[in-house]
């Protein structure tokens, strides 16, 4: 693997985090929408976001992810007509059926999150396959907690040796301290960062950004 491989950073909720991370070079920006989250936005911030992230695409090629747990029909439609997401992330717990329905209603492509903890967890997988048009793996949130965005990692040696039929993002507790280490160990399409980049707890640093992509992006084996 060459330096060939996309970082998204999600959670801005900032003018200047966004254009921090697209300066420097994400190829994914993740807007949240969900309200229990620190990163959470509405749904007219993040169209005062997108709007910004689009303004840069004259110039860098950036996708904007709208990441939802588990939204309904309503939720969907008031994100899509208000952001223009280039993808959809569902970071909740959507069936297989469910995930092909929302591609079916918003002709958008799809980002399947997956918790992993066990080997178990990967049995799930050719069905999500089947229907998502990228695959992510994230640590496995403890009951009652956030969906994600947790600063936790998991075993990553649980991905060695694994391939799939859709590209895939490795997420959990990615940091600029340990990204080096996972690139190592493991082939993914992209990295996610969250947490790991941040200042405090919702609150993006940019030179945690900037160090994060730096570091990705000049990754060689």
Same mark, same amino acid.
């Given at each position: %693997?060459?330096?060939?491989?996309?970082?998204?950073?999600?959670?801005?909720?900032?003018?200047?985090?966004?254009? !921090?991370?697209?300066?420097?070079?994400? *190829?994914?920006?993740?807007?949240?929408?969900?309200? #229990? =989250?620190?990163?959470?936005?509405?749904?007219? @911030?993040?169209?005062?976001?997108?709007?910004?992230?689009?303004?840069? %695409?004259?110039?860098?090629?950036?996708?904007?992810?709208?990441?939802?747990?588990?939204?309904?029909? /309503?939720?969907?439609?008031?994100?899509?007509?208000?952001?223009?997401?280039? %993808?959809?992330?569902?970071?909740?717990?959507?069936?297989?059926?469910?995930?092909?329905?929302?591609?079916?209603?918003?002709?958008?492509?799809?980002?399947?999150? $997956?918790? /992993?903890?066990? @080997?178990?967890?990967?049995?799930?997988?050719?069905?999500?396959?089947?229907?998502?048009?990228?695959?992510?793996?994230?640590?496995?949130? !403890?009951?009652?907690?956030?969906?994600? #965005?947790?600063?936790?990692?998991? *075993?990553? =040696?649980?991905?060695?040796?694994?391939?799939? =039929?859709?590209?895939?993002?490795? =997420?959990?507790?990615?940091?600029?301290?340990?990204?080096?280490?996972?690139?190592?160990? $493991?082939?993914?399409?992209?990295?996610?960062?969250?947490?790991?980049?941040?200042?405090?707890?919702?609150?993006? *640093?940019?030179?945690?950004?900037?160090?994060?992509? @730096?570091? /990705?992006?000049?990754?060689?084996?």
């Amino acid at each position: %693997m060459s330096g060939g491989v996309k970082v998204k950073i999600c959670g801005l909720k900032d003018i200047a985090n966004l254009d !921090a991370a697209i300066d420097h070079g994400a *190829d994914f920006i993740g807007l949240v929408f969900f309200p #229990g =989250s620190p990163r959470h936005v509405t749904v007219e @911030e993040a169209a005062r976001l997108a709007k910004h992230i689009k303004g840069w %695409m004259v110039s860098k090629k950036v996708s904007v992810v709208a990441l939802l747990v588990d939204p309904d029909d /309503v939720m969907l439609e008031q994100v899509i007509e208000a952001v223009s997401p280039d %993808m959809i992330q569902l970071h909740g717990s959507e069936t297989p059926e469910r995930v092909w329905s929302v591609k079916e209603r918003t002709k958008i492509p799809i980002i399947k999150a $997956l918790a /992993v903890s066990s @080997e178990s967890d990967f049995n799930i997988v050719p069905d999500y396959e089947a229907v998502a048009d990228w695959l992510l793996f994230d640590a496995k949130p !403890a009951p009652g907690g956030l969906p994600g #965005g947790t600063g936790k990692s998991f *075993d990553w =040696s649980l991905l060695q040796g694994r391939s799939f =039929s859709r590209p895939w993002m490795l =997420s959990g507790g990615l940091t600029p301290e340990n990204v080096r280490a996972a690139l190592g160990l $493991l082939s993914p399409d992209a990295v996610d960062v969250s947490s790991g980049v941040e200042a405090a707890r919702g609150v993006k *640093d940019p030179a945690k950004i900037r160090a994060f992509l @730096e570091l /990705v992006k000049g990754f060689s084996v």
